[in-house]
């Protein structure tokens, strides 16, 4: 699988893990130097306590575009600290 932001690869794994219809790529597998740590946080009460990131210079569309759980609830456990990402970016084997 690959996350595509115009035609840049901001990850790639062969091991993702789909919850919700969302592909949640491994750390190893994404291109953290492309993205900015966000102040942005959210709350599922399943898995926690969502952490966000921007895609870097990608403007208005790229904010928040990133998602992970760095320590998740027992309940998502196999997602901890995998990335997910959100519409602006293409998700594709």
Known sequence: MQAIWNDVVVAESE??????????FPPE?????????????????WKG???????????????????AYPEPMEAAAEISGHAAFGSGFRVMA
């Open 29 to 45: 597998a994404v291109r953290w130097d492309l993205l900015e740590s966000s102040r942005t946080r959210t709350t599922c009460p």
């Open 49 to 67: 306590e969502a952490h966000y990131w921007s895609l870097a210079g990608a403007g208005p569309d790229g904010v928040d575009s990133v998602w």
């Open 15 to 24: 091991a993702t893990v789909v919850v919700e219809g969302n592909h949640y």
